[in-house]
């Protein structure tokens, strides 16, 4: 293992080597793998990758695209979480702290430092954050990214033009990091293809096979083909975030909910609403939240709410209430507020929170979880991006416990990432055709959503974008002017629930939120 806290070279790998067909065959033969994972997020990513450099022989299946659910759909931060040290949770903040370190140094193209600022409105507000933000600063130790401090009212505004200014004493300035989600996962990808794993995307598990009681492996359907196979292996990890109960009832029909799953929306607005290189934090709302404004991608990105729902969903929606809750919060706070019209895109992602009493989804527990059921499937669930690498860990350490596996100590720590580049704006047709060769991009979506930010960062210009990338994937795949028009056509539909006008004032609001 490399020592002293530098990140380990993947050597001169280059970012590619992902074939899906070749994925296919390889995961078709009737070997015996050391791990399977299932769930190709970033907590299953980052396990694959976490197995695959320890020597384990692994494979990961996804049903959908990588990181296509929660972990495309992020706040896109990677913090210790201020709002948790409120809470008196020391532990999670001074770990996510670490990992926030950790990954600056392992993924420096696609994590970076970014200065936040809460604006002070009333006299005790100076004292209280900075005292709370020194100990945050503390508790990052040597992988701190600086020294928070007390802002007069006009170092305030020159961090902030555009906030609200009647009223405002000043600001705590403190340090943080921001990501792009989608793209570290296809970093993660990437670097375990690097690394001798088999990552395989739409292909849905239907089944755990069986031997003396014990889960030996998976029943996987192929989503383009509809061919079943079996997959083998020693230890299968269940990794797939807030379908994760499902999951456990293919192994235990009668197995308690872990989860009870809680929506974060999200919009998206132009630049100018928030210029400058800092971003803001809105310490806390009446349902004990904080939320960020974000300079993203030349975006400005706002989020984020916590609405308790039934029932996990692929397609998570915005409710309206939603919506209207961080318009007004951003009414409040900014000078000039983003109206409906102003919205470029407005997105929603599911937190799988794990059940620990009574309570709604802010009081539930943020922490991770590794489950081993009495038939040997491990579970991992919880946690948040920024302690991936962490959950990660833990979920194989308990894999090479519970089956006796052979393997090295974990060395993710010191492991550098293969850096992949977002696009910000429609992809060239090159870039669709590397999407597809050296990514596994299989549809539209793919592209326009994770292999490029389109989607997220404006749905409309999307929508354009979606014949030229369809025709360039096509010609690519070897698929026929149908399919390129089918590709266009549900693009057209998933990307309209992206654009704020569709989710119109005075329909239906459950979960009302109220500020």
Not at 39 to 58: K, P, V
Not at 396 to 418: F, H, N, P, Q, W
Request: proline share 4%; glycine share 8%.
């Amino acid at each position: 293992m490399a020592r002293g806290g530098e990140a380990r070279e993947v050597g001169t790998a280059r970012a590619g080597g992902m074939n899906r067909d070749a994925s296919l065959r390889a995961l078709g033969t009737a070997e015996v793998w050391d791990v399977v994972i299932i769930g190709g997020g970033a907590t299953g990513l980052g396990a694959a990758l976490d197995a695959a450099t320890r020597g384990l022989r692994t494979a990961l299946v996804e049903q959908g695209d990588f990181a296509q659910e929660t972990s495309s759909r992020s706040t896109k931060l990677i913090h210790g979480g201020v709002r948790y040290l409120q809470q008196g949770n020391i532990s999670l903040v001074r770990s996510a702290l670490r990992e926030r370190g950790l990954l600056l140094k392992s993924a420096p193209g696609l994590v970076r430092p970014l200065t936040f600022v809460i604006p002070n409105y009333a006299r005790w507000e100076a004292p209280f954050y900075t005292i709370g933000l020194k100990l945050y600063d503390a508790l990052a130790g040597s992988l701190g990214l600086g020294v928070s401090r007390h802002l007069s009212r006009a170092e305030t505004l020159v961090h902030l033009p555009t906030v609200a200014p009647r009223g405002l004493r000043g600001g705590v300035l403190y340090h943080d990091a921001q990501f792009d989600d989608a793209r570290l996962a296809i970093s993660l990808a990437q670097t375990f293809s690097v690394h001798g794993g088999i990552a395989l995307n739409y292909a849905r598990v239907t089944g755990l096979l069986r031997e003396s009681g014990r889960v030996a492996g998976v029943r996987v359907r192929d989503l383009e083909s509809c061919a079943e196979m079996e997959i083998r292996a020693r230890a299968v990890i269940n990794a797939t975030g807030v379908f994760a109960d499902e999951v456990r009832a293919l192994d235990d029909s009668e197995a308690s909910p872990m989860l009870a799953p809680s929506q974060g929306a999200h919009i998206v607005v132009a630049r100018d609403f928030l210029p400058g290189a800092s971003a803001m934090m809105i310490p806390r709302t009446e349902d004990a939240r904080v939320i960020f404004a974000i300079p993203w991608h030349d975006r400005v990105l706002f989020g984020t709410t916590d609405t308790p729902v039934a029932n996990a969903v692929r397609e998570p929606r915005p409710l309206d209430a939603e919506i209207e809750f961080l318009l007004a919060h951003a009414a409040k706070h900014l000078a000039r507020a983003p109206g409906r019209a102003d919205v470029l895109s407005a997105f929603a992602g599911l937190r799988p929170l794990v059940r620990r009493g009574a309570g709604r989804g802010a009081a539930l527990s943020r922490d991770h979880v590794v489950a081993i059921s009495p038939s040997g499937l491990l579970t991992i669930t919880g946690g948040k991006w920024t302690t991936y690498r962490l959950m990660a860990e833990d979920v194989v350490d308990a894999a090479i416990k519970t089956v006796g596996l052979s393997a090295r100590d974990c060395v993710t720590r010191e492991l550098r990432l293969i850096d992949v580049a977002s696009s910000t704006k429609n992809p060239s047709e090159a870039e669709v055709v590397h999407a597809v060769r050296e990514e596994m991009a299989r549809t539209v979506e793919d592209v326009l959503a994770s292999r490029s930010r389109t989607l997220f960062l404006d749905a409309r210009a999307s929508v354009t974008a979606a014949p030229t990338v369809a025709k360039a994937m096509a010609a690519e795949l070897g698929r026929d002017a149908l399919w390129e028009a089918e590709q266009v056509s549900a693009f057209a539909a998933l990307a309209s629930s992206y654009v704020c006008d569709a989710l119109a004032p005075g329909s239906a609001r459950p979960g009302k939120l109220s500020i």
